[in-house]
């Protein structure tokens, strides 16, 4: 199995696209290297516009215009009362607002909502095809991932500005995700991986989401024939002088609940608990440098 870095330094991500709610890899070895890097890109269907999403991006952090019902702007100051997740000023350069998917059409754009949603089930079908390929038996999915079919798993959006005026700060911490899965749209170049030790800047594919693969699978999989890789990766500093300071992104995550306990499987591919959610990204958090949801 070979992984494509090209004369630039670039790493390329193997392709995939969801056809008839199946996860099919645009070459032989594609699913392999997925697992391997922890990535992969995404085809967007043909039909599916993402610009309100990037739009919403670009506003959220914008004060509300009074007398007027503008769900783009205001969330800086919103509370989301009935989110646990909410908006959050990061150690790193980027002020992101996380919702619930349950709670996308109380605070957000009616057009927004129904992006989400279409990206929600796109997401869904590329978990179940990661499944697939990892060899995860049908009867143990959902309860490894709280129902993620019956849409009682946690599922949210995570919605980035990056302000490249705070100097001296990485555009988005290094890390790797703390669920499942997570489909990224953004609008400019700067998704780093570590890749053999090395940082690989990742050649964008026209037309394609960037699917990270995360701890939850990563926890799952160690012991099995075919262990699933949680990608490491990072934004470096945006300059303010460069094109990438209006750099906006917005995802779809879904992972276990927080009340749910990480699964595990033994060698022998029997199934047990490995440790509380919760605890998990709670000493995950502070390895980072930053602190736990505070409502959670």
Not at 84 to 106: A, C, F, I, N, T
Not at 175 to 189: A, E, K, M, N, V
Not at 203 to 225: I, Q, S, Y
């Amino acid at each position: 199995m070979t992984t494509v870095v090209d004369n630039e330094g670039h790493l390329h991500l193997p392709t995939a696209r969801v056809t008839a709610g199946r996860l099919l890899f645009d070459a032989a070895e594609g699913a392999d290297q997925a697992l391997a890097l922890g990535a992969f890109c995404l085809a967007v269907p043909e039909d599916l516009d993402v610009e309100p999403g990037l739009r919403f991006c670009r506003s959220f952090y914008e004060p509300a215009e009074p007398g007027t019902a503008d769900r783009y702007r205001g969330h800086r100051e919103d509370g989301h009362a009935d989110s646990k997740l909410g908006y959050e000023d990061r150690p790193d350069q980027v002020e992101q607002l996380q919702l619930e998917s349950h709670l996308w059409s109380r605070y957000l754009p009616e057009e927004v909502t129904a992006l989400l949603e279409r990206m929600k089930d796109l997401t869904l079908d590329a978990l179940y095809g990661v499944f697939d390929v990892a060899g995860i038996p049908e009867h143990d999915r959902e309860t490894v991932t709280g129902g993620a079919r019956q849409d009682t798993g946690l599922c949210y959006t995570t919605v980035n500005h990056y302000r490249a005026d705070l100097s001296d700060r990485a555009g988005i911490v290094e890390h790797s995700d703390s669920g499942f899965i997570t489909l990224i749209c953004t609008d400019q170049p700067g998704y780093e991986i570590l890749h053999e030790g090395r940082w690989r800047p990742v050649r964008e594919e026209p037309g394609h989401f960037v699917v990270n693969l995360g701890d939850a699978f990563r926890v799952l999989t160690r012991k099995l024939p075919r262990p699933v890789t949680a990608v490491y990766h990072r934004v470096p500093e945006l300059r303010p002088d460069g094109a990438a300071h209006h750099r906006s992104s917005f995802t779809i995550y879904m992972g276990p609940r927080y009340d749910m306990m990480l699964h595990q499987y033994a060698a022998d591919g029997t199934l047990h608990e490995y440790q509380g959610f919760r605890d998990f990204s709670v000493e995950k958090s502070k390895k980072l440098g930053y602190e736990f949801h505070s409502r959670i």
